[in-house]
């Protein structure tokens, strides 16, 4: 048995398109929950964007049959003691915007220094199989500062507040393979995609024996 499908276990349009964009060339079919509409919302109530990732994937997994790909990012803010952290998401309260948190999150911040504004974006990735307990993670970060303002169009989520100090800007203002080249996310997918691809190969090499 070869793996040829595996499907992205998240409702997010904008975070299912960028994870479809970094793990492209892997050879295999990637699918969304779009192709699955019944498929149930998961709660994120994990303390850890570990847990909450894990949670996801085996939920996923279970219900479609398939291999399933979740991620669950933190925004961690030195001034605010590591807040938003796990809850960035969901930051200004549910059901709001981007704008609403990254609007909160300027707020709380107003009249904090530029150099005391440190911050890192942590992204975990959980991959897990159906109807088993095996489940891998793994990491990404990216450190920078929470600009004071909002600058640039792309991106989505706290992009246009995250300035990136070694390319003078911030996630908003790159495009979208610069920041597919950079960012939390496309570490932590960079080493997902290695995961799957040694799946693929001992799954492969396993239904030869």
């Known amino acids: 048995m ?7 276990a998240t409702h997010n349009a904008d975070k299912r398109a960028e994870m479809a964009d970094l793990l492209n060339h892997l050879g295999m079919t990637v699918r969304t929950l779009a192709e699955f509409p019944q498929a149930p919302d998961v709660i994120e109530d994990g303390e850890t964007c570990e847990a909450n990732a894990i949670k996801k994937a ?9 291999v399933a790909v979740a991620d669950d990012t933190g925004l961690e803010v030195n001034a605010l003691g590591g807040r938003p952290g796990v809850y960035a998401a969901r930051y200004a309260g549910p059901n709001l915007t981007y704008e609403d948190n990254w609007k909160k999150l300027l707020r709380e911040l107003q009249g904090v220094p530029l150099q005391e504004r440190g911050a890192r974006f942590v992204t975990v990735v959980a991959i897990a199989r159906p109807r088993t307990d095996q489940v891998e993670t793994v990491e990404g970060v990216l450190n920078g500062l929470i ?13 246009p507040v995250f300035f990136v100090s070694e390319l003078g800007k911030t996630l908003a203002e790159l495009s979208h393979s610069e920041k597919n080249r950079i960012s939390h996310r496309a570490k932590a997918f960079a ?13 492969h090499v396993g239904a030869q024996q």
């Open 58 to 66: 085996r939920t996923i997994a279970d219900y479609t049959g398939l």
């Open 191 to 203: 080493k997902a995609k290695g995961i799957l691809q040694q799946l693929e190969k001992s799954v």
């Open 2 to 8: 070869m793996i040829k499908e595996i499907v992205l």
């Open 147 to 159: 600009a004071e303002r909002a600058v640039g169009t792309s991106g989505f989520g706290y992009d």
